[in-house]
């Protein structure tokens, strides 16, 4: 009988990891900091052609791009003459399980039946759960989903259980937890005892199964108006659709594409804080992930997380909550497309880019999600009410409070956006390295890793060193 208490499942974590993902990452790793990434990707990943070919078989994919016509008048209406982009949406909830993770559940959810795994198990409060569930549910496979729910008074998000029960739906077996270590500590001993393939968010089978939609948005927007996008708008909480979007679109040739992230502000709230946990009202994309997973990718349940969003971000834009549920409603009342939060996120920073940017250049929004009735702005508004929040109308940037106050625009024009300084984040990234490594000496090979793995350059990372108490030596 192996023992089940905390601290010896985690002794064991790397062990149940290797079994259950079937990835020796020890062969990609070169130092505690230095691996090889695009090897890794290249060796266990799929390539886009196989990736296309998976997802066709269980209908995942070739969503359409959708221009949003009646809100490009709008925004050509209030915008400075001269200024006024086309924005495009990639309609991701017309997938299986109505969400872009249809594409990264595929692939991982493949090679499972591939490889004789029985069945899949996947730790998430977001829509990959249902995703997982449909994509084997589709193949045949058993499914165990383990999700956050609660805070430790069992008080739980309208947004959260409304996932859950997409997960029953599809015929998952869902494992409903309170927030904090136990998730992890959970989804170890359940892969432990079953013997399923972790279809874990962050392998790379994960992320290239995400690169089919930047590659479709590359094709779909050269065929709508004769050129790629100028910049993409992707919501951003862990960086799994960041990167494999950007990645997608490298491959299709749209290199010169701006790949901009938006999170929901919710700053100095943490997101595994049981106190902090009913304060926020979006469960994925926001800061309390977008964060952490950029400046320490590798906090994730796998060695080397796939998903590295630094490496392909250019511009990082917050938005507020209320912003969000705004341009959820316009969204629905001016295009009749009513959709979840996640991509309206994305949408929201897009609405603000366009009324700035030149009237030529065009902006994709990378996705949609459905939506339910535990999804909806009235859900989580009345949910937001009851946990003692203050909603009111007026300029969400200037009043916006996160945990204590949503703040709705009035109008259109004060839909707006912080600019997240890139510098600071990656400063952070090196902040963390120092930390979690206990280290202060850095060689010139561990130098251009951070600089590839922030997309800046070695001078710029070497400067953070220094600043930070470190220092550069020649070995």
Request: proline share 3%; glycine share 8%; aromatic share 10%.
């Amino acid at each position: 009988m192996r023992d089940l208490s905390y601290d010896a499942v985690m002794s064991r974590k790397n062990e149940i990891m290797k079994k259950a993902v079937g990835i020796d990452y020890e062969k990609f790793i070169s130092s505690e900091i230095i691996f090889d990434y695009e090897r890794m990707m290249q060796e266990v990943g799929y390539s886009l052609d196989k990736v296309r070919e998976i997802q066709s078989e269980t209908g995942v994919g070739n969503t359409p791009l959708v221009e949003l016509k009646q809100i490009n008048r709008l925004i050509k209406k209030i915008a400075p003459k001269g200024k006024g982009a086309r924005i495009f949406i990639k309609d991701e909830a017309t997938n299986p399980s109505g969400s872009y993770k249809d594409r990264r559940a595929s692939v991982s959810v493949y090679h499972a039946q591939k490889h004789g795994y029985k069945g899949v198990i996947a730790a998430t409060s977001g829509n990959y759960g249902a995703a997982v569930a449909s994509q084997a549910a589709k193949r045949g496979l058993k499914c165990i989903i383990t999700q956050e729910c609660y805070d430790n008074r069992w008080v739980g998000q309208p947004e959260i259980l409304e996932k859950a029960r997409s997960c029953e739906a599809y015929g998952a077996e869902v494992v409903q937890l309170t927030v904090g270590p136990e998730l992890f500590y959970y989804t170890l001993v359940l892969l432990e005892e079953t013997g399923f393939f972790n279809a874990s968010l962050y392998t790379p089978y994960a992320i290239a199964g995400v690169e089919s939609l930047g590659y479709e948005i590359a094709e779909q927007t050269m065929q709508m108006v004769g050129k790629y996008p100028d910049a993409v708008v992707i919501t951003h909480a862990g960086g799994g659709i960041l990167t494999g979007t950007a990645r997608g679109l490298k491959k299709a040739g749209a290199s010169e594409t701006k790949i901009i992230a938006a999170s929901v502000n919710l700053r100095g709230l943490h997101m595994a804080s049981d106190n902090d946990f009913n304060k926020k009202y979006f469960t994925t994309g926001h800061t309390g992930f977008g964060i952490p997973f950029a400046t320490f990718p590798d906090r994730s349940d796998v060695p080397k997380n796939a998903a590295r969003a630094l490496r392909y971000m250019d511009r990082y834009l917050l938005v507020t909550q209320g912003e969000v549920f705004y341009i959820t409603e316009m969204l629905a009342q001016l295009e009749g497309m009513q959709r979840g939060p996640a991509g309206n996120t994305s949408l929201a920073a897009a609405f603000a880019l366009a009324l700035e940017m030149d009237d030529d250049k065009v902006i994709v929004v990378n996705e949609t999600e459905y939506t339910g009735a535990g999804k909806l702005p009235s859900a989580q508004l009345t949910f937001a009410r009851k946990m003692g929040m203050e909603i009111k109308r007026g300029d969400p940037i200037k009043e916006d409070l996160p945990g204590k106050r949503i703040v709705i625009p009035e109008h259109p024009s004060q839909i707006g956006y912080i600019e997240f300084d890139m510098d600071e984040v990656r400063k952070s990234y090196v902040k963390e390295v120092i930390k979690r490594y206990n280290k202060k000496e850095f060689n010139k090979q561990e130098i251009e890793f951070m600089a590839q793995d922030t997309n800046t350059t070695t001078e710029k990372i070497v400067k953070f060193v220094k600043e930070l108490g470190g220092e550069v030596i020649e070995a």
